[in-house]
C-alpha cells in the first residue's frame, strides 16, 4: 500500500554527474527517471527539485570574485539547464512532465503557479521545479521545502550517495552511526547536516516529514513511498 501519495523529491545537481567532474552522466540520469517512473506509475504524485551544483554554485562564484546576487543566479540557471535534462529523460521513458521555472525563462519552461501545478500532478504528470525559489541568498533545499509546502505535499525526499542520516560523514568515518528515525529537534541537538537550516526550519514549523535515503540503488525510491524502513525518517 502506497504511504505517500504526493511527494516533493529534492535531488543534488552533483548527484547527475556520476563519476565525471561536472556536467550530466546520461546513465545517472536514465537510472533516476526510470525510479521516477515507476512509482508515477503507482500513481504517485511527484514534484522534483533539482540542485545545479553539477554546473555553478553561488558560493563557487564567491570564491572566484564573482558577486554573491550575480553567482546565485548563475546557479539558479544552473537548475534551470539540469531541468530541461530531466524532462527530455522523462519523454524519452514516455512519462509526461512539465517544466516550471521561478525565474523567466519563457522559451523553456512554465512560471511556477500554484493551481496549474496542481493540475498537473493531479493528471499524474511530473512537475520539475526549477530556478530554485527564484532570490539570491536561498539553496535549492529551501526551494525544495517551499514547493513541498505549497503543493501540499506529504513529504519530501532527500535522494543522496548514502542511505540514511549519520552520526558523522559515513564516507570518511566508518564508524559512523546511522540513524532510522529522528526528531527535528534532536537533528538540531547534534548539529546533523541534513538541509540547510532555512530549509529544514520550514520543515519542522510547518510538521513536513523529510526522509533521506540512498537514490543510487535502484528500487529505493519504490520502498520509501511505500513506507519500508529505508532511510532516515526526520519528523516532528
Same mark, same amino acid.
Given at each position: 500500500?502506497?504511504?505517500?501519495?504526493?511527494?516533493?523529491?529534492?535531488?543534488?545537481? #552533483?548527484?547527475?554527474?556520476?563519476?565525471? *567532474?561536472?556536467?550530466?552522466?546520461?546513465?545517472?540520469?536514465?537510472?533516476?527517471?526510470?525510479?521516477?517512473? #515507476?512509482?508515477? #506509475?503507482?500513481?504517485?504524485?511527484?514534484?522534483?527539485?533539482?540542485?545545479?551544483?553539477?554546473?555553478?554554485?553561488?558560493?563557487?562564484?564567491?570564491?572566484?570574485?564573482?558577486?554573491? /546576487?550575480?553567482?546565485?543566479?548563475?546557479?539558479?540557471?544552473?537548475?534551470?539547464?539540469?531541468?530541461?535534462?530531466?524532462?527530455?529523460?522523462?519523454?524519452?521513458?514516455?512519462?509526461?512532465?512539465?517544466?516550471?521555472?521561478?525565474?523567466? /525563462? !519563457?522559451?523553456?519552461?512554465?512560471?511556477? /503557479?500554484?493551481?496549474?501545478?496542481?493540475?498537473?500532478?493531479?493528471?499524474?504528470?511530473?512537475?520539475?521545479?526549477?530556478?530554485? $525559489?527564484?532570490? *539570491?541568498?536561498?539553496?535549492?533545499?529551501?526551494?525544495?521545502?517551499?514547493?513541498?509546502? #505549497?503543493?501540499?505535499?506529504?513529504?519530501?525526499?532527500?535522494? $543522496?550517495?548514502?542511505?540514511?542520516?549519520?552520526?558523522?560523514? *559515513?564516507?570518511?568515518? *566508518?564508524?559512523?552511526?546511522?540513524?532510522?528515525?529522528?526528531?527535528?529537534? !534532536?537533528?538540531?541537538?547534534?548539529?546533523?547536516?541534513?538541509?540547510?537550516?532555512?530549509?529544514? $526550519?520550514?520543515?519542522? !514549523?510547518?510538521?513536513?516529514? /523529510?526522509?533521506?535515503?540512498?537514490?543510487?540503488?535502484?528500487?529505493?525510491?519504490?520502498?520509501?513511498?511505500?513506507?519500508?524502513?529505508?532511510?532516515?525518517?526526520?519528523?516532528?
Amino acid at each position: 500500500m502506497i504511504r505517500y501519495k504526493r511527494i516533493l523529491l529534492k535531488l543534488s545537481g #552533483e548527484a547527475l554527474m556520476g563519476d565525471n *567532474p561536472s556536467g550530466i552522466d546520461k546513465t545517472i540520469l536514465s537510472a533516476y527517471v526510470a525510479q521516477i517512473k #515507476e512509482i508515477v #506509475e503507482m500513481g504517485v504524485e511527484t514534484g522534483i527539485v533539482i540542485g545545479g551544483g553539477n554546473i555553478f554554485r553561488g558560493v563557487q562564484g564567491m570564491a572566484g570574485g564573482i558577486d554573491r /546576487v550575480a553567482g546565485d543566479r548563475m546557479g539558479m540557471l544552473a537548475t534551470v539547464i539540469n531541468g530541461l535534462a530531466l524532462q527530455a529523460e522523462f519523454l524519452e521513458q514516455h512519462v509526461p512532465v512539465r517544466l516550471y521555472t521561478s525565474v523567466k /525563462v !519563457e522559451s523553456v519552461g512554465e512560471r511556477f /503557479v500554484r493551481e496549474n501545478v496542481i493540475k498537473a500532478l493531479e493528471r499524474k504528470e511530473v512537475a520539475i521545479f526549477s530556478g530554485g $525559489t527564484g532570490n *539570491p541568498f536561498f539553496t535549492t533545499d529551501t526551494a525544495a521545502a517551499l514547493r513541498a509546502l #505549497e503543493i501540499s505535499a506529504e513529504v519530501l525526499l532527500k535522494g $543522496t550517495r548514502v542511505d540514511g542520516v549519520y552520526s558523522d560523514d *559515513p564516507e570518511k568515518n *566508518p564508524a559512523a552511526v546511522k540513524y532510522d528515525s529522528l526528531t527535528f529537534d !534532536e537533528a538540531y541537538d547534534k548539529e546533523l547536516k541534513i538541509m540547510d537550516l532555512t530549509a529544514f $526550519t520550514m520543515c519542522r !514549523e510547518n510538521d513536513l516529514p /523529510v526522509v533521506v535515503y540512498n537514490m543510487t540503488k535502484a528500487g529505493n525510491l519504490k520502498k520509501v513511498v511505500m513506507g519500508e524502513n529505508t532511510g532516515t525518517l526526520v519528523h516532528r
